[in-house]
Nanobody, 127 residues
Framework: QVQLVESGGGSVQAGGSLRLSCAAS????????WGWFRQSPGKEREGVAA????????YYADSVKGRVTISRDNAKKILYLQMMSLKPEDTAMYFC????????????????????WGQGTQVTVSS
């Protein structure tokens, strides 16, 4: 069982930046595919960004493309999400996820491609 713990959320003004982190509790070789999702009240969970195991390929939702960067440190078992130029519509609970689906690459921003989830960290952007 892989445990994921997010941190780095907070309250910022529009235009500000935040860096989210997600630390894994143990060896993640069995769940090499990592991603970030978000969910706000009344809305479905949305894939934000995902990253290939070697970090060489990344995927982003159109809503955040150009403002967000996902990265990973496999040695430290940490996933990052650098967010810039934040907007009020970015307000949500942000979750990291890890998966092992052999067809993850087909839809890396879909929640059903992931097996383990963190508890989330809240991001609030005020106008």
């Amino acid at each position: 069982q892989v445990q994921l713990v997010e941190s780095g959320g907070g309250s910022v003004q529009a235009g500000g930046s935040l860096r989210l982190s997600c630390a894994a509790s143990e060896n993640t070789n069995s769940v090499p595919y990592w991603g970030w999702f978000r969910q706000s009240p009344g809305k479905e969970r949305e894939g934000v960004a995902a990253i290939w195991p070697d970090g060489g390929t990344t995927y982003y939702a159109d809503s955040v493309k150009g403002r967000v960067t996902i990265s990973r440190d496999n040695a430290k078992k940490i996933l990052y999400l650098q967010m810039m130029s934040l907007k009020p519509e970015d307000t949500a609970m942000y979750f990291c996820a890890a998966g092992r689906s052999g067809i993850w690459w087909r839809a890396p921003l879909e929640a059903d491609k992931y097996n383990f989830w963190g508890q989330g960290t809240q991001v609030t952007v005020s106008s």
